[in-house]
């Protein structure tokens, strides 16, 4: 059956956008969205009750087994803000720093950081009502603010362009600016240093570390990559600069598959990024392969960011600890010394 006549009309009253703010397109299939939905609340009901149960009290969230296999399931939307901030170690630095966002911002001025951020405010999330200049209130203005104080806060960072998707997504779960600004702190002061810096060498270091991975364990696709001399980072920059928001469509489906990831992303750490990227690719090898030229595999590494497979994020994320098989700390702090020393010698 086609898509047109799978998908119900929306409501002819009121702009189709979805709990998060975002536009749905002309063609989204309500039919199966809705399918999607009527399986997907009930796990989370069943998830709710038992976050519910572990969280109570106040003794704070540790990082224990039975916390890391709750994450791997899906933290509720109700939680997710205070998950997020206590296993990522950002609760403890807003506790260590009352008031220190709020004197960024009351702070001596940086014009230059301003006009790179403002330059960047209207790109961002433009199929979302809440970041709309006409909306009340305006993500907009909170997003500059959390941007700016971040690149007053890490001026060897400042503001790079990508850094706007992760701080407006931040916004929209924690609806806080300063939570917000300490969960991006933790990603980029900790979880993924020097990604954003002016040489990008965490960043280019672990995508030459994703390349000698799929060297091991998806020989036929470095080879074909390698044979038509495609530099890695022209096919998966943006997946690790966006940490897969504006990368993967943005449906409530699957922007609940990027919610996940992020889930295991604070509290495990960047390896997350490197099981996504190796289980994308694995999943979708065989299409990779019909690829003839370099258009044709840009190509197709766009397509394996759409479809079913990144909707049903139960799905998704059991794959992303099995399809891999093993990916130890170990093995990537290795590759990344090895990579890093061979990018500096290239200088």
């Not at 796990?43 to 572990?54: D, G, I």
């Not at 400042?158 to 933790?186: H, P, R, V």
Request: proline letters at 5%.
């Amino acid at each position: 059956m086609r898509r047109a006549e799978r998908s119900p009309a929306p409501p002819a009253c009121g702009l189709r956008v979805d709990p998060y703010g975002f536009e749905r397109p002309e063609d989204f299939d309500y039919a199966a969205y809705d399918e999607f939905l009527s399986a997907y609340l009930a796990v989370l009901t069943r998830r709710a009750l038992k976050w519910s149960r572990l969280l109570q009290g106040d003794s704070g969230l540790r990082r224990t087994a039975t916390v890391k296999r709750y994450i791997r399931k899906g933290v509720p939307l109700e939680h997710r803000a205070r998950v997020w901030l206590a296993v990522s170690g950002a609760q403890a630095q807003m506790e260590q720093n009352p008031g220190y966002y709020q004197r960024l911002l009351r702070g001596e001025r940086n014009p230059e950081l301003e006009e790179a951020i403002r330059t960047d405010l209207s790109r961002t999330f433009p199929d979302n009502v809440r970041f709309r200049k006409m909306a009340q209130p305006c993500l907009q203005k909170a997003l500059s603010d959390v941007l700016l104080a971040y690149g007053l806060h890490n001026p060897g960072v400042g503001y790079c362009q990508g850094m706007n998707f992760i701080a407006g997504y931040l916004i929209l779960i924690t609806k806080s600016e300063e939570e917000s600004f300490w969960l991006l702190d933790a990603l980029i002061g900790r979880i993924l240093p020097d990604y954003y810096g002016p040489a990008m060498l965490g960043l280019k270091t672990d995508q030459e570390v994703l390349a000698e991975l799929v060297r091991v364990k998806l020989p036929a696709v470095a080879a074909l990559l390698d044979g038509h001399g495609v530099l890695w980072t022209l096919v998966v920059s943006r997946w690790f600069i966006c940490l897969f928001v504006d990368i993967l469509p943005v449906e409530i489906s699957v922007l609940q598959t990027v919610l996940r990831i992020w889930d295991c992303l604070f509290n495990e750490g960047s390896k997350i990024i490197f099981r996504v990227a190796l289980t994308l690719i694995k999943q979708h090898e065989a299409f990779i392969l019909e690829a003839t030229g370099v258009p044709d595999i840009c190509d197709k590494f766009r397509q394996i960011t759409r479809g079913s497979f990144v909707v049903e994020c139960h799905t998704f994320m059991q794959k992303i600890f099995s399809h891999p098989g093993s990916l130890s700390m170990t093995t990537i702090t290795r590759l990344r010394e090895s990579c890093r020393a061979a990018l500096l010698a290239q200088r």
